[in-house]
């Protein structure tokens, strides 16, 4: 049996992508939530409103939270490197993401119990005070949830194709190019098999000769820079490319056909499908999530506030007050649950990616051999630790050669292999 774990020099830094610049937002929110929920507090008490003191103690509740926030930041930068951390500090957000979910779970029992009170035991209401200051809570939430949630720090999506040699259609099943030759089709196949790029003629023109299989190249560039070119093999019925196409599947692609009469080129784009695991499940920073849960559940108080507020004043409708305090309570309740179940499964290990689990199975049965054991955890934002074990038929396809398979996979950080012939 041969093992091969990282070496010795390797550091076990698992902090998201967008750790430092999250940590500065947080403390930006404290900042100007600490003034508001002072005055919501206060102006709830001193005209009578549940709404409004709910607003204002969940206010303060999310002050707090994104000082959990901010603190676990910190503490996962300062402590890093700190070798009593075996697999590093990338987990630190997800205990802090699982504290506020905690706190969000009290908070509702407390305003769903406050607001049934009320209902018992109706009390005055000054409502163009208390109004007002329920709009003042909602502008000052709606401001943090934008800052929270990279609303400052926007991505462009455009790509642009200074190429006019060909024309591609971005369709879901596949891209087409329409070739001197006729149309061409381009997927990314991997069902049940590594993923690969496959060609194939949806028609073709009698009159012009076919370029052979070795005239097919594809280059793909990658935002990183990256640059990879795929040679094709003829598989009968399509063309197949020799290298498997590491993951993510987001990229600029050239596609070049080599005729008699020149080359041919046309640009293609691929992105990740929306609501693709790889993207919105392990790479999620949970501790700015829970954050941003605060916030947003501040916000939907302050509108429920504003609407019972307004339903008092306007119609004489003043039990509906409270009434919004407990559907207020539902709503928190209900985003703290599933807070609690995402950052409770990473804290347990459970495995944050099946799609991924499968590919590496696939990986391996590709290459003729058996996966024994398979253990897939989260070490942090977008990076994965596994271990491998796999019953291999030839003795020169060792550790390594598995480790240099499974490095197409970026989201995998940390890997041991172990191989038994």
């Known amino acids: 049996m041969s093992a091969t774990p990282f070496t010795l020099s390797h550091d076990h830094v698992f902090l998201g992508e967008g750790h430092d610049r999250n940590a500065r937002k947080t403390w930006a929110v404290i900042a100007l939530c600490t003034v508001v929920m002072v005055v919501e507090i206060l102006g709830g008490w001193r005209y009578g409103s549940l709404a409004l003191i709910a607003d204002g103690l969940h206010m303060s509740t999310h002050a707090a939270a994104m000082l959990i926030a901010a603190m676990a930041y910190h503490y996962a930068r300062k402590h890093a490197r700190d070798p009593r951390f075996s697999f590093g500090t990338g987990k630190v957000g997800d205990l802090a993401g699982f504290s506020s979910a905690i706190i969000l779970a009290m908070i509702a029992l407390l305003i769903g119990y406050e607001a049934v009170s ?86 073709n023109k009698p009159s012009v000769t076919l370029p052979s299989v070795a005239g097919l190249t594809i280059e793909t ?62 790479h999620r920073d949970h501790n700015m999530r829970a954050a941003f849960v605060h916030v947003a559940a501040d916000a939907a108080v302050s509108v429920l506030a504003i609407l019972g507020l307004m339903a008092g004043k306007f119609f004489g409708l ?58 897939l955890w989260r070490l942090g934002p977008g990076h994965l630790g596994a271990i491998v074990a796999i019953h291999g038929r030839s003795a020169e396809r060792d550790a390594g050669h598995y480790r240099r398979l499974l490095s197409q996979f970026s989201d995998l950080s940390h890997i041991t292999v172990e191989v038994a012939h």
């Open 118 to 203: 009320r209902l018992i035991a109706p009390i005055q209401i000054d409502f163009n005070q208390a109004i007002a200051i329920a709009f003042l809570g909602l502008i000052v939430n709606i401001v943090s949830a934008w800052l929270l949630s990279g609303g400052a720090h926007g991505h462009s999506h455009g790509h642009s194709h200074g190429h006019a040699h060909g024309h591609a259609d971005h369709g879901d099943e596949g891209k087409i190019v329409d070739t001197p030759s006729g149309r061409l089709q381009i997927d990314v196949y991997e069902h049940d098999v590594p993923p690969r790029f496959r060609a194939y003629w949806l028609e």
């Open 221 to 282: 560039l990658r935002p990183s820079g990256e640059r990879q070119t795929f040679a094709f093999r003829d598989r009968g019925s399509y063309w197949e490319s020799v290298d498997i196409i590491p993951e993510p599947h987001a990229f600029e692609a050239r596609v070049q056909l080599q005729y008699a009469e020149g080359p041919f080129t046309a640009d293609l784009s691929y992105t990740e499908p929306e609501g693709h695991e790889h993207h919105h499940a392990h």
């Open 318 to 375: 003043n039990f509906m007050d409270p009434v919004m305090g407990i559907v207020g309570a539902l709503v928190i309740a209900n985003w703290s649950f599933g807070l609690i179940r995402d950052t409770g499964g990473i804290l347990l290990d459970m495995n944050p990616s099946h799609a991924l689990s499968q590919k590496i199975s696939t990986l391996v049965r590709a290459e003729g051999d058996e996966l024994a054991d398979l253990h």
